[in-house]
């Protein structure tokens, strides 16, 4: 017998029309190749989690410590959250409560700088994030904000550069950290810089931290005085985010978190979160990032074959960018033109771009969420010949709806949710 609720029980009442909307999407997600750098697909148990009756529960506070009765059972979820994040990340304190990557910048801003303290962050146009400094976003408005660029030649970041640029800045905080940036960042030379001038150095790995925790990327725990990260993307979990510092900090990250930032934790993603820790510690996840850096090398290599210009000649980790100019097209054109043969990624900014962010010169290709279905090199030089296949033929009708074809194909034979049903 469900809970009383007018004419109806709570357990009986089905939203038929919200029903079809995420049956569309999960279609949708079932039929397109995705390679957006910041999506994948979580697992199932992940999903159940993010829909468990833990959403019911106020937790204000932190394990021990609520401001709400009945928080006993709640307690023992974040706890385990903490404890895998730690081992996952050989790490001695981390915060899991932010609600985004976002929310854990601002968490860290809060915790260490006043208002107009100065910040040198990666300039957005060259691979940084909106939240390290761009002017419409809290950052760039109530911080000082430097940036560094990559190296006009070889477009990656020159360490001198940034080393110099700390000297005359001389910021309390430099961020290492990238959202469109396809090679190594050296945690150790960004140490040595913030040491040098005596600032916090923050990493955002956020796009990077599945390959963290894989192994294929050098971690910046242990290095940075503050890591924040997303626990999707490479990762492979539910949106959110988290903090990872060393425990000394741990007091000040926490009143940053709650009540700096945020009020009450979501718990039923904390679980989440939890379930996404426990899957990275398997042997099995090495695995997956290191396969997600070699599609995306390969898929890289196929259309660099093929003719386009590689932004920085290549790729480190699980993205790379494409610099459209010498095709006569623009980001914004061709990510509609690939969408519409169910090619989904998106336009992007490349390092000294002269177009405006909306419609931008490249596009950025991931490859997070084809891995996770189980494709491999040999599906990335198929996925690499329909790009570019799309690319060069975008007016040509009759040759895109054999693409399209193509695409449906490739996907059908990597299913993935192949037995999910909505409730």
């Known amino acids: ?6 004419n109806h029980t709570l357990d009986q009442y089905i939203d038929t029309e919200m029903k079809k909307i995420i049956t569309k999407e999960l279609e949708r997600q079932k039929n397109q190749i995705i ?3 910041s999506e994948n697909f979580t697992s199932q148990e992940v999903i159940r989690t993010m829909g468990s009756i833990l959403t019911n529960k106020y937790a204000e506070g932190y ?3 609520r401001y709400y009765e009945g928080c006993n059972i709640v307690d023992e979820v974040e706890d385990l959250a903490i404890r895998r994040c730690n081992e996952l990340f050989n790490s001695n304190y981390s915060n899991v409560q932010p609600h985004s990557g976002v929310q854990a910048n601002t968490a860290v801003f809060l915790s260490v700088l006043n208002c107009n303290d100065r910040i040198l962050s990666m300039n957005l146009r060259d691979g940084g994030h909106l939240s390290h400094g761009h002017k419409q976003n809290l950052t760039g408005r109530y911080f000082d904000i430097y940036t560094y660029s990559v190296d006009p030649e070889t477009e990656i970041i020159d360490y001198e550069n940034v080393r110099k640029l700390a000297k005359i800045s001389k910021p309390k905080l430099i ?4 959202s469109s940036y396809s090679r190594i960042i050296d945690y150790k030379k960004f140490r040595e810089i913030a040491d040098e001038v005596g600032a916090f150095l923050m990493a955002d790995i956020a796009h990077v931290a599945g390959l963290i925790a894989g192994g294929q990327h050098p971690t910046s725990i242990g290095i940075a005085d503050f890591t924040t990260a997303t626990t999707h993307k490479t990762f492979r979990g539910p949106r959110g985010g988290l903090i990872i510092a060393d425990k000394k900090y741990s007091s000040l990250i926490n009143k940053s978190v709650f009540p700096g930032t945020q009020g009450g934790p979501f718990m039923h993603i904390i679980a989440a979160k939890a379930v996404a820790f426990k899957e990275a510690l398997q042997p099995a996840f090495k695995v997956y990032a290191k396969k997600i850096v070699e599609n995306s090398k390969a898929l890289c290599d196929c259309l660099k ?3 386009f210009r590689i932004v920085s000649g290549g790729t480190d980790n699980h993205l790379f ?5 010498n095709k006569n097209v623009t980001g914004y054109e061709v990510s509609e033109t690939l969408a519409s043969v169910g090619i989904i990624l998106n336009k992007n900014v490349i390092p000294y771009d002269n177009l405006n962010p909306n419609i931008t010169s ?5 490859t997070p969420a084809v891995t996770t279905q189980g494709m491999g090199v040999g599906e990335m030089h198929k996925i690499g010949e329909y790009i570019s296949y ?6 040509n009708k009759a040759g895109l709806n054999d693409i399209a074809q193509k695409v449906k194909k490739l996907v059908n034979d990597f299913p993935v949710y192949s037995n999910m049903t909505i409730p």
């Open 175 to 178: 961020i290492a950290g990238a």
């Open 1 to 6: 017998m469900g809970t009383k609720h007018g």
């Open 63 to 65: 394990p021990g410590d």
């Open 321 to 325: 960018l494409i610099d459209l100019t």
């Open 390 to 395: 799309t690319i060069k033929n975008r007016d």
């Open 35 to 37: 390679l957006i750098a």
């Open 362 to 366: 490249g596009i950025r290709i991931g």
């Open 305 to 307: 074959y093929d003719g």
